[in-house]
Each structure stands twice: as structure tokens, then as C-alpha cells.
């Protein structure tokens, strides 16, 4: 990163007399003073900077925030400050601005680097816990970026007088302000007051003081989950394996924890621009954290959510950028791909897999699938006969019931016989370049010379369907990932290494300059903008001024996403499918899943995955994990099984190798299958429980898997980074302790001050203190094959039971597998938790008007079980086989001998009394109707089990005759 500092030389203005002989003791005292004070002066200067540096000290820099109050208007619930900028009244104040950011950039007006005169800041408040601030230029057009779905929020129309926002009263009228919540008291979430604001069409910064010691966010990026302090630079690029380099994603929002208040004391900060952006985070000489945005164009558009739990902040946050899509429920299985595999691949781990039982649901193809890698064709060498091999295994008749996920490059081959190429150079399709008159960018990809769709342009998003459609008539896919849309280049902008065309008809570009963004003042990322990507001067069809690269370049991944998710609701109609994407915007997760690219085979590697997880939890991609075993390099026999165990707990699951390392599959080690094995069938007895909160995911918004501090926010024990970096949440029900170092047998648990069970056991291992502070450390095996996980107390989680030897091949042989409740009742003996039914794999509409599931609440409280189903109508009698079968009560078996009364209400309000059988030990219930006959889940409105047969919650007594008919 190069520093744009103007070290320019400091010369006082005072002069010193010329001593003479009977001054000099005098003038030697006055000198020790003066240095003695200066030394005290710099010292307290410099105490908490974050990157000292003594040269800042003599640097005259220009003022930090030339804007001063002009106007406030109210109107219809915003508010609207206007300001004018003071720069050139400002340069000659000879005061110096002491700054302890790391990179301070001398940002001059030049003739195309406009600095406005003046300013409009717009406040609205969307509801009591969310507020928008936009700075424009109300003079010139800048870029906004666009929204990519339906936004599920509103200004209020009442006057809020801008919600927290308040100037300060500053008797200069320097812009200057704070936001404060009811719920926080006196305690200011943001404060501007002397931070850095700069406003130029090329560079944009704005700064400001939290009250928080805790920040998360700002990725994609390969480090702890928690923000040290530093830099942080946000720009689509692939660089596997490079943790200090930009990643495939970007995503400016962060999450914090405001220190001086005890409750709701969580903010999130959402900077809604789509430049390259630097974000720094530090502390001043006070102590008090600093952050800092520093963009090279479009506004400064701030999102701050506040005065809620983690989830909540989460929840509005996805209201804004788009809640999760619903993949299908097959996509929660083990899905399987490989660098370089071909059709014999696909039938050897389909051979492996049935002969060792081990469950698998589908196989990914990579680029080699595609004839020379041209998007939307299939490799008739390595590839021949994939479509019969995909209808052979959607076939019942088989008994495999796996599905297939093709790929697809946004980069299309230069190639005259290309059908596709041909067709978006005739549709003016394509992304132009600077250099020449109408002549669309040509740069190289592993293919070739290569073109890039432009999805501004109109006809772009029918092409591409065009093509999808084309490919599922080839290959019968099931889903499709979507790999290169960084944009991912060869070139380092315009191509020089070779000839592109050899057509010299072309002529310069008289409405486009190539050089525009060529000599920036400041550039954010660690290398240049156009390294492995497109030129910055690149242009989109539309706006001539902003429908550029430079400005475009992050929203390329987010546009591909969203056209192969409408191309394949267009295909599949009403059946759910799964669309993922190496690349991604903030918003990706409405319309697409995501795989943490480029990992390698190191224990690092895979304590990485799980900050990388719960960053994208936060980002609104739930179905989110990395390959199992790492891409690159090779991995021990113990870390393929470790990864395993923790992989079982990713939302996506996914085995994925290059094809220089061996296989890192289920079977490639035969003394590690029964290993491998277990921890995948103890993942598919949880699917059903991990696809309810992915269904809740996408109905409203908030994380999956998340950190144990957001269900424990005042155990700040919970805020280690040992704990945060290497163990999760799966929904506030289970905890998950991972094994991440190599030749570990055992582990030391931190478990808060709440009742935990162990998920094999079901034996409880703490119980809530309520006189205890904090929880407890706790010592437990881990030997080679076992993970710990935990249930919650106050979790009801729903899971298949099977035996193990019963042969479960993929998600589709889970409709056979009888289903077990789990309760495990909290301190006081109350539990809950809920249940989706996905029956017929169609996309839920989000006001429940669906015949296609169904959606259950469990809550067990005063030792009675309640079973309600919340929405769903009637179920298709063919699925007979998903029933309710046991019900598992964890404390003791003392609650399951007190039941003395069991009865339901089934589809049509026919009430039967239901019988009981007690299994070993007494704490497990089998349920049957009153022929003993298993109750089948598309019987059931109401379920009861209690102490106390005068209750009658389901109305037998009531309806007696009723009753009676039905029998």
C-alpha cells in the first residue's frame, strides 16, 4: 500500500535572539525546558496510535472536514442538513491536524478529481432501530448502487427529528455529529466529532469514533473473526491462499458490541458503496475505538442499525441487502466435486459410496465438463455419456436418487463457431472497452482470448438463460455454481503480452477516456484495481458517466448470481434448486449459496473455515463451507477425518480437491471410513433440524451458525478469540468444539453458566447457576472420530433415527427414517423449538400460502409436550412414510413417568387419545394411535403429551360423539 503523504518541511515562524555571554546559562535552561516539554507533548501524543509514526507530526496536512452547517431541514419524517465547503478559509489556519490513522492520503482538486462546493447529508429513519445517511452532491450526478431485490423496509412517515442523529452545536458550525438510541442512554454509538471527512468525485473518507471494543465484519477475508486493528481492503479478486490479499467477495458491514451499555448493546454499520474501499480500525490516544471508510467513488451511503441483540441487528440488515434464498433440501447432503474429474470419476464415487453405505447426495463438475471450457457445452471426450449417467441417477429405478450440479463461466471464448459468443456480440452484449469505437473487451482466461457478458445490457440475462437452458437439455442438471465471476483475468487490464484481433479497422473511443482512473491519488487495495481483472475504464450499457468498471467491478458477481437464479426458477418452475457462487456482494446470499474457495490442506486452513462460516452468516449467506480437506495441497489421514467431523456441521457441506493432490473423498482412506462415515450419517440425522432454521433463515433473515457470545452477550468469556475463532452455534440449539490440533485426544470446553447436554449421551453435563458469574471449563475425550457437540438447555431439536445399519444413501431416504423429538428442557424445565416438513421440495412463498410442507412449534413446559402445527395445509397422501415415532425427554426419565395422558387432533379435527411405550430407561417415549399404529406426520394439527388427564387439550371428553364416529 503506498502512502500519498505529502511530507512536506515544516519551518517554524518564530526566531530565537542571539544569545550572548551573560544569556547563555539562561538560554541553556530555557532550551531544557522547551525539549523536556515537547518530549512530554509527543509522548502523550502518540500513547494508543495505532501505527506511530513521528513524521505525521511535521506534515501539514489540509484541514480534516472543510464542511460547515448552511441549513437544517425537516420534512415527512427526514432530515436534511445542507453544507458548504470552507476549504480555501480553511488552508490558512496554521493549525496542525494531529491524525493516528495508518494511511492519510493528501487528496488535491485537480481538474478530474472534483471537490463540491457544497453538500447535502440525507437522514432517514426506516423504523426505531435502523437509520440511512447519504451524502450527495446535490450539484453534479454520482454513482448510486442499485439494489438487487425487493427492499423489506420503509421510511416511517412520522417525524422522527432524524431518529439518533444530532448535530453538535458547534459555535463555528463545523459539521460535526453523534448518534445516540433511547435504549442506549447517554451513551453515543457514533461520534464524528474532529474525525476526517473528504468528499472528491475520485476519494471519498469518512471517519468516526465507537463505542466498542468488539468489531466484526468487513470481508470476504482469511483471518480471525474478530477485527484487529488495521486495514482492511475490499475488491473482488481470486487469490487462493493469500490471506493478506483482497478475496472473491466484498461485503462493508460490520458488527459491534457497545462497551458502556449493558443491554441492546449491539450496532451493525452497513457502508452501501461498491468501489474499492479501504476500511481501518483502531484506537486514538484516548483509548476509544476509531473506524474509518476510505472509497475512490460514489457516496457515502450509511446504514446503522442499533439497540438489539446480534440477531436482531443481523435480521434488519438482511432486510436491507435481501434475507437468504431457500436451496433445496438435497443441498443440505454431502455434495462432491473434483479439479479434472471426468464421467468414470462420477461412476467410481457413486460405486464407492453405495458399496460402503455412505451417504452422498450430489456430484459437482468442473470446467472440464465444458467442451475446450466454452460455458453452456459438454466435453464429448471425458464427458460422453453424462446425461444418461444424470437420468440414471434421478431414477427411482436405480435406487440412488443423487443429483447433478453443473458449472458455468460468465467469460465467453473468442470463437467465430461459439454459438453464445456470436450471439452477444450481435446482441451488443458484451463489456466494451475504452481503447476502440463499439469494440468489446477482450481479455484471457485458462480458455483464451475471452469476452465478458455485460448484465446492464438488456439482452444479457436472456442469453444466459438461453444458454442455461441449453446445458440442462445436455446434462439434466439439478443446480448450477458459477466460478470466475470476480471478474477473474489473465491480463492485468487492457491485454498487451499478445494481439487480440487482428482487425485494425478499429478506431479510438471518442466518448470514453481509457486513462481516466489511471493516476488516482489514493488507491485502497494492496495492488492495483486492475490487476487480474477488467480495465477500470471498462464499460456497461446505460450511463456513459458511471456504468463503468471502476465503479462496477464488485456488483459483477451479484448480477451473475441473480440471472442464473431467475434462468433456473424459469427452468425448474416451482421446484427449489441450488445456485453457488465462488464470488459475491453484499446481497449475493438473496439469490445464491457460496463455497470459501482456495483453501489448502493445514490445520490452519481449517480453523480459518470457521470464521470464514460465521462471516458469511453475518453477510446473509447461510449455505456457506469450504472444501473438506482443503483444495490445494495434500492432508493427513487424522486432519481428512477432523475436517470431516467439524464438515458435518457446515451449512454447505462439500468435498473438493484439485487435481494435483490425491482424493480427500469419504473412501479414500479404508481404514478412516468408519470414521468418515459416522460423522457424515450423524449430519443427515440432523438435516431435518438444520434445514428448519435454514427454512426460518429465509423467511427472516439473521445467522445459522453464529458465535457463542450471541446467545451468552454478557459472559465475556464467550469473547475469546480461542472460543470465537474455533467453535459456533448451530441456531442457539447446539454447540459445536471442533478438534483443530493434530494428534488430539481430548479437549477443554468452555461452556457459560446455562444447562448443557452432551448430543451423543443426551447426559447432562452443567447445570444453570443462578448465584454463578460465568461458566466453567470443562476437560472432555475427543478421541479420533468423535466431536463434541452440545445441546443447549431449552432446545426441543427434531432428527431422524436410524440404525447403523440401516443403508441411508441421500436425503431422499429420509422420508422413510422415523423421526425422533428431542427435548432437552432448560433449568426450569421448559423447552422449545420448531420443525419444517418439506415435502414436495417446492419454494416457499413467505406468507405460508403453501400445500407443500408443513411447519411445526414444539414447547414443552409444566412436563407437557405441545406439538402445533403453525402453517402448511393439507399434505399429498403418498408421503405416508414421515412420521412421528419417539420422543426423547433428556432429564432423567423422571418427566417421562409422569405422563399419564397422550391424545392428537389430526387433518380433518377427528380427536383420538394416543398410547405410550416407554424405552430403555424410561426417558424415551414411543407414540402410537390406539391400534398401535405409527402416527403419520400428515395426520397431525395438535399433539399432546401430559401430566394431567383433566387438561384434555385436544377435546376427546369435549367430543365425545364426535369421537366415537370416527372410530
Known amino acids: 500500500m503506498q502512502e500519498n503523504l505529502d511530507y512536506r518541511e515544516f519551518k517554524s515562524d518564530s526566531k530565537a535572539p542571539k544569545p550572548t555571554w551573560y544569556k547563555r546559562v539562561m538560554i541553556v535552561a530555557a532550551v531544557g525546558v522547551v525539549l523536556l516539554a515537547v518530549t512530554v507533548v509527543v509522548l502523550l501524543l502518540t500513547v494508543g496510535r495505532a501505527s506511530p509514526d513521528p513524521v505525521l507530526d511535521t506534515i501539514k496536512l489540509p484541514h480534516h472536514n472543510p464542511y460547515f452547517v448552511a441549513a437544517v431541514l425537516r420534512q415527512n419524517g427526514v432530515m436534511y442538513v445542507d453544507l458548504k465547503n470552507e476549504r480555501k478559509r480553511l488552508e490558512n489556519d496554521t493549525k496542525f491536524y494531529e491524525n ?467 434462468a433456473l426458477s424459469a427452468i425448474f418452475e416451482s421446484k427449489r434448486f441450488l445456485v453457488a457462487s465462488r464470488s459475491t456482494w453484499a446481497g449475493s446470499g438473496h439469490f445464491s449459496s457460496h463455497w470459501l474457495a482456495g483453501n489448502s490442506g493445514t490445520w490452519k486452513s481449517m480453523v480459518d473455515s470457521i470464521s470464514g462460516i460465521l462471516n458469511f452468516n453475518m453477510f446473509g449467506i447461510p449455505h456457506v463451507g469450504a472444501p473438506i480437506g482443503g483444495f490445494f495441497l495434500n492432508c493427513s489421514r487424522e486432519l481428512l477425518v477432523r475436517w470431516f467431523e467439524l464438515g458435518a456441521y457446515y451449512p454447505l457441506m462439500l468435498s473438493y480437491s484439485n487435481y494435483n493432490t490425491y482424493n480427500k473423498d469419504a473412501f479414500a482412506f479404508p481404514e478412516m471410513i468408519p470414521f468418515i462415515k459416522n460423522a457424515i450419517l450423524e449430519r443427515y440425522a440432523l438435516i431435518r433440524f438444520m434445514y428448519t432454521k435454514m427454512f426460518e433463515a429465509h423467511l427472516q433473515g439473521g445467522a445459522v451458525v453464529h458465535p457463542l457470545f450471541f446467545d451468552f452477550p454478557n459472559d465475556e468469556e464467550a469473547y475469546r478469540r480461542d472460543v470465537v475463532d474455533k467453535t459456533f452455534m448451530w441456531a442457539s440449539s447446539l454447540y459445536v468444539v471442533p478438534s483443530v490440533f493434530p494428534g488430539q485426544t481430548t479437549s477443554r470446553v468452555y461452556l457459560p453458566n446455562w444447562t448443557w447436554y452432551d448430543l451423543r449421551t443426551l447426559e447432562k453435563i452443567t447445570d444453570y447457576d443462578p448465584y454463578a458469574r460465568r461458566g466453567k471449563y470443562v476437560d472432555l475425550d475427543q478421541p479420533l472420530g468423535h466431536i463434541n457437540v452440545f445441546i443447549k438447555g431449552g432446545t426441543i431439536i427434531p432428527y431422524h433415527m436410524f440404525a447403523k445399519e440401516a443403508k441411508i444413501m441421500n436425503t431422499k431416504d429420509l422420508e422413510y427414517a422415523p423421526i425422533r423429538i428431542l427435548v432437552a428442557p432448560d433449568f426450569y424445565g421448559r423447552a422449545e423449538g420448531n420443525m419444517v416438513v418439506d415435502f414436495e421440495n417446492v419454494r416457499i412463498n413467505p406468507d405460508f400460502n403453501s400445500n407443500t410442507y408443513r411447519y411445526y412449534s414444539f414447547t414443552y413446559m409444566n412436563k407437557a409436550l405441545n406439538i402445533t402445527k403453525l402453517a402448511g395445509l393439507d399434505i399429498s397422501a403418498e408421503r405416508k412414510y414421515e412420521y412421528f415415532q419417539e420422543v426423547y425427554i433428556t432429564d432423567g426419565g423422571e418427566l417421562a413417568v409422569d405422563i399419564r395422558y397422550a391424545c392428537m387432533v389430526d387433518r380433518r379435527s377427528r380427536r383420538k387419545e394416543l398410547q405410550f411405550l416407554r424405552g430403555t430407561g424410561s426417558r424415551m417415549i414411543a407414540i402410537y394411535d390406539e391400534g398401535y399404529n405409527k402416527t403419520s406426520l400428515r395426520d397431525v394439527e395438535l399433539v399432546y403429551w401430559g401430566t394431567e388427564i383433566v387438561e384434555d387439550p385436544c377435546g376427546v371428553r369435549s367430543a365425545n360423539s364426535e369421537y366415537s364416529t370416527d372410530q
Not at 482538486?109 to 462546493?117: F, V
Not at 416511517?156 to 442506549?184: C, I, M, P
Not at 450509511?302 to 438489539?308: A, D, P, Q, R, V
Not at 448484465?455 to 442455461?468: E, M, P, R, V
Open 100 to 566: 493516528s490513522s495508518r494511511y492519510i492520503p493528501i487528496i488535491r482538486e485537480t481538474h478530474d478529481n472534483y471537490e463540491p462546493k457544497r453538500l447535502r447529508v440525507i437522514v432517514r429513519d426506516h423504523d426505531g432501530h435502523m437509520s440511512q445517511l447519504q451524502y450527495v452532491d446535490p450539484d453534479l450526478p454520482r454513482w448510486h448502487v442499485p439494489y438487487y431485490h425487493n427492499r423489506s423496509v420503509r421510511a416511517e412517515s412520522h417525524a422522527r427529528n432524524g431518529s439518533g442523529f444530532r448535530l453538535y452545536n458547534d459555535v463555528n458550525g463545523s459539521f460535526q455529529w453523534y448518534y445516540k438510541s433511547a435504549l442506549t442512554g447517554n451513551v453515543s454509538i457514533l461520534d464524528t466529532r474532529d474525525c476526517r471527512l473528504q468528499y472528491f468525485d475520485k476519494y471519498l473518507e469518512f471517519e468516526t469514533r465507537v463505542d466498542s471494543e468488539y468489531i466484526y465484519g468487513m470481508g470476504e477475508r482469511i483471518h480471525s473473526f474478530h477485527l484487529k486493528q488495521g486495514n482492511y481492503s475490499l475488491w473482488n479478486r481470486y487469490n487462493p491462499q493469500n490471506s493478506d490479499s483482497e478475496q472473491s467477495g466484498t461485503h462493508p458491514f460490520v458488527l459491534g458490541r457497545l462497551t458502556s451499555v449493558a443491554h441492546h448493546n449491539f450496532f451493525g454499520l452497513y457502508m452501501h458503496n461498491s468501489n474499492a474501499m479501504l476500511f481501518s480500525v483502531w484506537k486514538d490516544r484516548f483509548g476509544q475505538s476509531m473506524i474509518n471508510y476510505k472509497m475512490v467513488g460514489g457516496v457515502i451511503d450509511l446504514y446503522i442499525f442499533h439497540s438489539g441483540s446480534p440477531q436482531q441487528i443481523l435480521r434488519k440488515y438482511h432486510s436491507v441487502i435481501g434475507k437468504p434464498y431457500l436451496p433445496a433440501a438435497w443441498a443440505m447432503g454431502l455434495q462432491w466435486a473434483r479439479k479434472g474429474s471426468n464421467v468414470r470419476d462420477f461412476k467410481n464415487v457413486i460405486k464407492e459410496h453405495t458399496k460402503n453405505y455412505i451417504p452422498i447426495d450430489a456430484l459437482w463438475a468442473d470446467e472440464e465438463m465444458n467442451e475446450v471450457r466454452k460455458t453452456f457445452t459438454v466435453n464429448n471426450y471425458s464427458f460422453r455419456g453424462l446425461k444418461e449417467l444424470v437420468d440414471g441417477m434421478h431414477d427411482d429405478e436405480w435406487g440412488i436418487n443423487m443429483k447433478f450440479v453443473a458449472i458455468a463461466n460468465p467469460a465467453l471464448v473468442k470463437d467465430s463457431t461459439y454459438k453464445y459468443y456470436l450471439e452477444a456480440v450481435k446482441k451488443d452484449s458484451l463489456i466494451k472497452s475504452a481503447l476502440h469505437y463499439e469494440r468489446p473487451y477482450e481479455g484471457f482466461t485458462s480458455a483464451g482470448i475471452s469476452v465478458w457478458l455485460d448484465f446492464f445490457a438488456h439482452n444479457t440475462s436472456l442469453i444466459w438463460a438461453g444458454g442455461l437452458i441449453d446445458m440442462h437439455n445436455l446434462t439434466s442438471y439439478d443446480g448450477v455454481w458459477i466460478t470466475g465471476n470476480e471478474i477473474e483475468n489473465k491480463c492485468n487490464g487492457e491485454c498487451s503480452s499478445f494481439e487480440t484481433s487482428a482487425d485494425d479497422s478499429y478506431v479510438p473511443d471518442p466518448f470514453h477516456n481509457a486513462s481516466e482512473f489511471d493516476h488516482l491519488q489514493f488507491r485502497p487495495t494492496l495492488e492495483p484495481l486492475e490487476t487480474q481483472a477488467l480495465p477500470m475504464a471498462g464499460y456497461h450499457e446505460g450511463n456513459n458517466l458511471h456504468h463503468k468498471q471502476f465503479f462496477t467491478h464488485n456488483l459483477f458477481s451479484i448480477q451473475s448470481a441473480k440471472a442464473t437464479f431467475d
